[in-house]
C-alpha cells in the first residue's frame, strides 16, 4: 500500500499481490482461509448493484423515464435481447441471472480502475506509515481465482438445475450415458457408457474452468500491469509520465472490463441453452 516501492519494484508487487487473509482454526494447521478483501468488496459490490436496480424500479415511471432510469432500462433490454436471441425457453429467470452476472462482473472489474495505492494512502494517514507497510489490502475480487472459480461453479450447478428441468433427472442421467456416441444395441449401449460418461464429465467441468480462468487472467494481467506502471514512474521525477502512461492503460483497459463481463455472461445463456437442447 506504499505509495513508492518498498524492496524495489519486486517487492512493491509483492505487497500489493498480498490479500488480507482472515485465518480460521489454529494457526499452525488452519482450517481454512479467507481473503478478506475479496470477500468483502464482492459483497458490498454486489450489495451496491441490487441497491442500484432497486430503487431505479421502485421510482420508475410509465411516462418519460429519468436518465438514471433510461440507463437501467437500456442495461436490461440489452442484456434480455442477448437472452432472447440465444435461449429461446422460458427466460423470466435466465434474464435476471445474466443481467446479475453481467452487473456484478463488471463493477468487480471496474474496481482496478480506482487507485492502487489508495488503500495505503488511507492506512498511512490514520496509523502512519509504518502500518501501511503492513496493510494488504486487494481490492479487485476478479483478479483473485477463488471468486472467479465460485461463481463458475454457480454457474456449472445452475447449468445442472436447468438440465434436469428440462429433461429430468432420469433422461438427463440417460444422456450423460448415451451422448455422444450413440448405440442401437444393449450391448453396445453398455460398452459405450463408460467413454460417454467420462466425455460428458470433461465436457460439463471443462466450463467452469474455461470461465474462471479467463477472467481471472485477463484481470490479474491488468491488475499487474498497472502496479508495474505504478512501481516504474512511482519518483515525483516521473509523475507525469506515470499518470500519462496509467491514463493510457485505464481507457484501454475499461474495454477488457467491460468485454469480459460480456464473455462470461454470454457463455452462462449459451451453457443454459445447451443444457435444454436433447441429444
Known amino acids: 500500500m506504499a505509495s513508492e516501492p518498498q524492496g524495489g519494484l519486486t517487492g512493491y508487487i509483492t505487497h500489493h499481490l498480498t490479500h488480507h487473509v ?3 482454526g489454529d494457526g499452525g ?4 482461509r479467507i481473503n478478506l478483501d475479496t470477500l468483502v468488496v464482492s459483497f458490498l459490490l454486489g450489495a451496491l448493484f441490487c441497491l442500484w436496480f432497486w430503487v431505479k424500479a421502485r421510482r420508475a415511471t410509465s411516462g418519460v423515464p429519468s436518465k438514471g432510469q433510461a440507463f437501467v432500462e437500456l442495461i436490461v433490454e440489452f442484456v434480455d435481447t442477448q437472452v432472447k436471441d440465444t435461449f429461446h425457453g422460458d427466460r423470466r429467470t435466465v434474464t435476471p441471472l445474466a443481467l446479475s452476472i453481467f452487473m456484478w462482473v463488471a463493477f468487480m472489474n471496474a474496481m ?4 492502487l495505492d489508495a488503500p495505503g494512502w488511507t492506512v498511512k494517514a490514520a496509523a502512519g506509515e509504518e502500518a501501511a507497510h503492513h496493510t ?3 481490492w479487485v475480487p476478479t483478479a483473485d481465482l477463488n471468486t472467479t472459480l465460485a461463481i463458475a461453479v454457480a454457474v456449472l450447478l445452475i447449468v445442472f438445475g436447468h438440465a434436469i428441468k428440462a429433461k429430468g433427472a432420469g433422461g438427463f442421467g440417460k444422456e450423460l450415458l448415451t451422448a455422444p456416441f450413440h448405440a ?15 466425455l460428458n464429465l470433461i465436457e460439463y467441468f471443462s466450463k467452469p474452468v474455461s470461465l474462471s480462468m479467463r477472467l481471472f487472467g485477463n484481470m490479474y494481467g491488468g491488475e499487474l500491469v498497472f502496479m508495474l506502471i505504478a512501481g516504474l514512474f512511482a519518483s515525483w521525477l516521473s509523475f507525469v509520465p506515470g499518470v500519462v502512461f496509467n491514463t493510457a492503460w485505464a481507457i484501454f483497459h475499461i474495454l477488457i472490463i467491460l468485454l469480459q463481463a460480456f464473455i462470461f455472461m454470454m457463455l452462462t ?5 445447451t443444457a435444454h437442447e436433447h441429444h
Do not use: C, E, Q, T
Open 22 to 24: 482472515l485465518v480460521l
Open 29 to 32: 494447521n488452519p482450517f481454512m
Open 112 to 115: 482496478d480502475l480506482l487507485p
Open 136 to 138: 494488504f489490502f486487494r
Open 184 to 198: 442401437h444395441g444393449v450391448g453396445a449401449k453398455i460398452a459405450l457408457a463408460p467413454a460417454n460418461l467420462l
Open 269 to 273: 445463456i449459451v451453457y443454459i441453452a
